[in-house]
């Protein structure tokens, strides 16, 4: 039996090659979409799943309340992780992290600059890092010990690989910021790209806990904790324990402690004002949903050239009852014909794949079958159903076939393939604009040709003579130090008081340490009062505050106004306008400049806007390597790091084009074959009027009327829901565009023109065609 339905659908295939490119085609794009986004939602879905214990396994957060709001922080005191660890039931085994740091390697004259932090030897027993050499219980048992990646050790260790894999690496020396030696006692395997916790190195805690006083404060925050929990105790449980613990070592702590599972890390991280707000899995979800969108657009697609054809096949389908076939083995055949043409489109899908992503293994082992079977058993039901439902006498008399339901279901379909083509396109215009618009905002400062260098070694002890080398060579503007990523910032504290504030108010205030040369070199403007003085000592107790501060304050220009940081005083000088950091789509926080440049762990460079950028950088490289030896030029552009703050509301943006295009091409195979269908059966009509003297002109708008309703329709249904998710979608920004109507007046007017476009083929084929022949067949 299955034999002869495969040979009926090749002999069918074969008979019509258009209709069957066409429709295996139109399936194959969409099952390439589909798989595509499939693989990526896997990949997301299966972030920290390396590690063997994530069930059990959590990162302690903090909400803390200032001003009215709640924030959340994943920095904790360095004292934590210990005291609750043998002071909390139910927590096993704990571990600390400093924040990820770059730290340079070198051996002989090899160096290299990579990540990585410091932490308790503890974390090899919870995190699931196994070892290629070196044991986990014995690579901290010296203070200068530090554990590698397989990927940092074949960098210094080409010759070392036995099989692909190091050897023999384990009790080496490396020289760590070409200071100290440190010897490796591990080596652990790559680690995933899908991972939270990424590194290519790990140090003892007790390097990071000596070196940083602050640590050893409960009033300090500024070290990640990690728990594992005993599984017979229930995270609920621990959080009630948790909630208050800081206030017991404390009192005038104000942090409240939660648990975050690490099945969370990745998708359900964001926070706003104490409460979980989602994160990436809202996109997740939505691609998903998109992904079975673009499939049930290909699938009606496939219905409507299916049943395009269904006259060619009347006598087929009546001959086969006439024989004795019952209505079920017709059903059998037209869905076994549409499984092996979703079968051919799934093996041209997989070219496209291959073409696309070298890899998807993955993709291979747990979609292709259900896909082929889901576009099957959705694409050939309703065409299965139609053809087999054909009446012999009606089909051999040569009577009209019935088709007025099923000209109504196609009609309906090719309204959803518009409306959700339109839908797209509107998204597609929103998402662009919102992306634009945030990246085209005032930052308040200049990130062109701006670079930003680690002020390694002894930098910035003789830095002005760096600056002026710089300057020297004609290619640079500025440069000037900092502590902190302007981008970011990162430091806040609310121990600040002045003349005026409610001792009862705890107000976060971002704090950076810069040198004189720092508002000139970034673009920064002050609006009132002085920048430092170029001799730093001058301004040691100088503040220079942004406009937030200002306000917050009570006066628009608290020039010589006295500030108190715990016990010192430090007075006002100057009132810069409030930039961008941080948050992009929100405003700026209050934020403080100190001038302590040999605090600096930063250097900026303002390369000069004239002039080849290449030679800018090489005249700089030379004068960092000649100031500064032993250090490697490793820099990075201010303005790249900025696109890169937008990276998932890029990849939304790129990733709703493709779709937008890609849905709009399959449904304009739908349109091509409804209009098809339409013409082959108003062949009689259009040859009748042709006699009668219509022009070629008149017939092709008489068959593309109906279709262009169908359009209108879809715009009309797409507008309203278009705006109502765009504008839940601009909800999660604060900085946002207003959306304008012309977005929804363009789209449609680009789905009618898409429409005309595909109609007109048929409709002026169908026009000009000889209507002698047409009525002779009739």
Not at 47 to 71: S, V, W
Not at 514 to 535: A, E, S
Not at 610 to 635: C, H, I, M
């Amino acid at each position: 039996m299955f034999r002869n339905y495969l040979k009926t659908a090749i002999r069918n295939l074969w008979k019509n090659k258009t209709y069957s490119f066409l429709n295996i085609f139109g399936l194959a794009i969409g099952i390439t979409c589909a798989s595509l986004i499939f693989l990526w939602v896997e990949d997301e879905l299966s972030f920290n799943h390396q590690h063997l214990k994530r069930n059990n396994l959590y990162q302690i957060l903090e909400h803390q309340h200032y001003d009215g709001k709640n924030y959340t922080f994943a920095a904790t005191p360095g004292l934590l992780g210990p005291a609750i660890k043998s002071e909390i039931p139910g927590i096993t085994n704990s571990f600390r992290a400093s924040w990820n740091q770059t730290v340079l390697f070198s051996i002989g004259d090899k160096s290299t600059h990579e990540e990585g932090f410091y932490a308790d030897s503890s974390i090899f027993n919870i995190l699931t890092l196994p070892f290629v050499e070196g044991h986990p219980d014995q690579v901290f048992k010296d203070i200068h010990s530090v554990v590698i990646t397989e990927k940092l050790a074949k960098k210094f260790f080409p010759n070392n690989l036995s099989n692909g894999r190091i050897r023999n690496v384990v009790g080496k020396a490396i020289k760590v910021n070409n200071k100290e030696d440190f010897i490796i006692t591990g080596v652990i395997e790559d680690i995933p790209e899908n991972n939270t916790l990424r590194f290519q190195w790990v140090a003892p805690f007790q390097i990071y806990y000596d070196h940083n006083d602050w640590t050893h404060e409960w009033g300090s925050n500024g070290v990640q904790t990690f728990v594992e929990l005993n599984p017979r105790n229930s995270p609920s449980e621990i959080d009630g324990k948790l909630h208050d613990y800081i206030q017991t070592k404390y009192k005038e702590a104000i942090a409240k402690l939660f648990l975050l599972s690490m099945n969370d890390w990745h998708l359900r991280s964001n926070f706003e004002d104490g409460k979980r707000t989602g994160g990436l899995i809202v996109y997740v979800r939505m691609f998903t949903i998109i992904a079975w969108i673009i499939l049930l657009i290909a699938c009606i697609n496939f219905m409507n050239l299916a049943t395009a054809r269904s006259e060619k096949r009347a006598r087929e389908v009546g001959v086969r009852k006439v024989m004795g076939a019952p209505r079920k083995m017709l059903i059998s055949q037209f869905i076994s014909e549409a499984i092996f043409m979703s079968f051919l489109s799934v093996l041209v899908s997989l070219l496209m794949i291959l073409l696309i992503l070298p890899s998807f293994n993955t993709l291979v082992q747990k979609h292709l079958v259900f896909i082929i079977l889901v576009c099957g058993l959705i694409a050939g039901s309703y065409p299965a159903l139609y053809l087999s439902s054909f009446n012999p006498i009606t089909v051999f008399k040569g009577l009209k076939i019935k088709g007025g339901t099923a000209t109504l279901i196609r009609k309906v379909l090719v309204i959803i393939q518009f409306t959700i083509s339109i839908v797209l396109i509107i998204s597609t215009i929103i998402i662009f604009q919102q992306i634009q618009h945030v990246k085209n905002r005032d930052l308040g400062y200049n990130k062109d040709r701006l670079i930003q260098v680690i002020a390694e070694g002894d930098l910035a002890k003789h830095f002005e003579a760096v600056r002026q080398d710089l300057l020297s060579t004609g290619h640079v503007e500025n440069a000037s130090l900092a502590i902190l990523d302007i981008l970011s910032m990162g430091s806040s504290s609310s121990n600040f008081t002045w003349q005026g504030k409610d001792p009862n108010k705890k107000i976060l205030i971002t704090q950076d340490g810069i040198d004189p040369q720092y508002l000139p070199t970034t673009g920064l403007h002050l609006k009132y009062g002085r920048n430092f003085y170029p001799l730093a000592e001058l301004d040691s107790f100088s503040l220079i505050i942004n406009e937030t501060l200002a306000g917050l304050m009570g006066k628009q220009n608290p020039d010589g106004e006295t500030i108190t940081w715990d016990t010192t005083r430090f007075r006002v000088i100057g009132v810069v306008k409030d930039f961008v950091y941080g948050n992009m789509y929100s405003k700026s926080d209050p934020l403080i400049f100190f001038c302590r440049p040999s605090w600096s762990s930063l250097v900026y460079v303002k390369l000069k806007s004239n002039g080849s950028v290449e030679k800018a950088l090489a005249a700089t490289e030379k004068v960092f390597k000649q100031d500064n030896p032993g250090y490697p030029f490793d820099y990075r552009f201010v303005d790249a790091d900025f696109d890169a703050q937008f990276k998932t509301e890029t990849l939304i943006g790129k990733l709703s084009r493709v779709f937008a295009s890609l849905a709009i091409i399959i449904s304009c195979l739908g349109l091509f074959g409804l209009a098809a269908y339409t013409a082959e059966r108003r062949t009689k009509e259009i040859g009748i009027r042709k006699v009668l003297g219509a022009s070629v002109s008149r017939i092709t708008a008489l068959l593309s009327k109906d279709f262009l309703q169908l359009v209108l329709i879809s715009s009309i249904i797409a507008f309203p829901f278009s705006w109502w998710a765009m504008h839940e979608w601009l909800q999660n920004y604060a900085y946002r565009i207003q959306m304008s109507w012309w977005v929804f007046v363009i789209a449609g007017i680009l789905a009618i023109l898409i429409a005309i476009f595909t109609i007109s083929f048929q409709a002026i084929r169908a026009a000009v065609a000889n209507p002698v022949k047409n009525l002779r067949t009739e």
